[in-house]
Each structure stands twice: as C-alpha cells, then as structure tokens.
C-alpha cells in the first residue's frame, strides 16, 4: 500500500467503510443493481425496501452510493430530484419512531455493580481467577461507561497508556479519534473520583488484578482467565452488560450500550446539569445528538412545584 493509499485509507474510520461496503453489495448482488447507478435505477432501489428496510438505513445506503459515485469520478446519482423525493414519500407513508436503548437508571447501576462486587468476593474466596477478572473489567467498564458517557467503540479503544487514574482524585482519558472527532485531533476527557460507584476506583482494581500494564484496557478473557490480547469488540458489549444485569435481577433485554450513555445523561438533566454544560462534558456537538440521549418526563416540572421551597 502507497502512503497515499495508505492516508486516503485513514481518513475513513473502519466502521463507515464496512458499512459502506456491506451497503454497496447488497445494492449489486442482492438487488441486482448496476453500477454506476442512475437516479431512477436507486430510485427504484428504494422502493423495492421501503417498508422493509428503516429510513435510517436507506439513508446510510445513499450515502454508501453517493460515496462509490463519487470517489470513482461518476456524478451522484443519488442527489437526482426523483431519489429525494422518494424518500420523502417513504418516510411519509412509513413513519417509524426512532428505537432507543432503555437508560440505566441509577438504581441499577447500584444493582448491578453490588452483584459484580459480590462476584468478585465469593471469586477470591474460591480462588477463582476467571470469574475474579470478569467481575473486575465489567465494574469498570460499566462504571467508566457510565459516569463518562462513553459509547461501546469508545470503551473498546481504550489503551492503558492514555489513561491516568489517581486515586481518590480522578481520572483522565485521551481518544485519538471518536465519532465526534471529525478531524482526528484528539481529545482528553477527565471524571473525578466519587465517594460511591467510583470509576477511577473500579479503574484501578481492574488493572491491579489483571497486571495489564500497557495496550487495551478491556479484553476477552478465556475459562481459564487468560487475557486476550486485542481489546473487546464493541458488538461484545451489549451480551456483557445485559449478562451482567441479569445476573443482578434487572431485566437486560431493553439494555444496550447505549444506556450507559443515555443512563448518565438522563441523570444528569434531572440533577439539574443545563444542556450547555453535558453537551460539553460528554462531548456532543450540536443540541438535537444531546436530547436524543436525555429521558425526559413532562411530569419532573410538576414534581419540583410541588415541593416545599423550605
């Protein structure tokens, strides 16, 4: 591969590309499409899925389209008046509210970080060093998750390297890259430490018992406690929190990865955070990301009223 190549590659993050690619076959070998495409050929492609396929996804395959055409030096087929309007009739013959993960309320962060550390203390009563380390990473990861908004590829890329936990102070993380970094330039997010549900404490006794030194910080772990050496792929995390919180009694099949991130935002706009202060926090650039991840009630207002002001 030419430094060319191997740059133009770079600037497109690995899920967009499979994305993409997944996208453009199932336009060639599923539906049978040629390519280059024409506006009336993806026209047609839509409507063949309208009402199988959501909105969302036709999205993403117009712009996987638009993105072949394009990068081939072929005009946009997809930005031909009868492809958007298209669509919009599909959106208005198929309206569909956007699915979103069950938040993890507080209470069963509580819950379910009580079991795990009731896990880890039975482990070391028996000496066993599997279930040991599994109790550890899920308390951390689920903890970190949490109380710093991180998505499921987030956590995934964490390396030992570029973070710094002090005890009873706080924690800081860099991510080369994330969804939000369009431009690749880095960012440091900080969490202090907590008297309850720490995460730089749950940090710290995950390294401690794993000896894991340098690399990524969450990793499978086999049935005899060998550690893997890649970090945990971001699909694995739902299993692991939904297996986490079912073993505490919470029922986990609304649970995604997206409710620690939903989790701690709904908490904090109903501790009174104004929306300025989490989107800077967790890292959200534009207000409508924000409010997609809050649960709100119009009922809070009514309850604060209600209460005594002294």
Request: hydrophobic share 40%; glycine share 6%; with cysteine.
């Amino acid at each position: 591969m030419s430094d060319l190549d191997r740059y133009l590659n770079a600037a497109t993050r690995d899920n967009t590309r499979r994305s993409y690619r997944a996208a453009i076959e199932h336009f060639e070998v599923s539906w049978g499409g040629f390519l280059p495409a024409t506006g009336d050929s993806v026209a047609r492609y839509l409507v063949a899925h309208a009402g199988v396929l959501a909105v969302n996804t036709l999205k993403l395959r117009l712009s996987a389209l638009a993105q072949w055409h394009t990068s081939q030096g072929f005009p946009d087929p997809t930005k031909a008046p009868v492809v958007r309007k298209v669509l919009k009739g599909i959106r208005a013959v198929h309206p569909a509210q956007e699915k979103q993960a069950e938040p993890l309320q507080l209470k069963h962060l509580e819950q379910v970080v009580a079991s795990l550390e009731v896990e880890a203390k039975e482990a070391t009563r028996t000496h066993d060093q599997p279930r040991l380390l599994r109790a550890k990473r899920d308390s951390a990861l689920i903890l970190l998750g949490f109380w710093r908004g991180f998505r499921s590829d987030e956590l995934c890329r964490l390396d030992i390297e570029h973070v710094r936990a002090t005890p009873g102070a706080g924690i800081s993380i860099y991510l080369p890259r994330s969804k939000t970094d369009r431009d690749n330039l880095g960012k440091t997010y900080h969490t202090p430490a907590l008297l309850r549900l720490c995460p730089v404490q749950a940090y710290s006794e995950w390294l401690c018992a794993s000896a894991l030194v340098r690399g990524p910080v969450f990793r499978g772990i086999d049935r005899w406690g060998n550690l893997g050496e890649e970090g945990l792929h971001p699909n694995s995390v739902i299993p692991l929190l939904r297996q986490a919180l079912a073993r505490a009694g919470i029922p986990a099949e609304q649970y995604t990865s997206h409710s620690l991130r939903r989790g701690f935002a709904t908490w904090a706009h109903r501790s009174g955070w104004d929306l300025k202060s989490l989107m800077s926090y967790v890292g959200w650039s534009d207000m409508k990301s924000a409010m997609r991840y809050v649960e709100t009630t119009p009922f809070l207002g009514m309850t604060l009223a209600t209460q005594p002001l002294l």
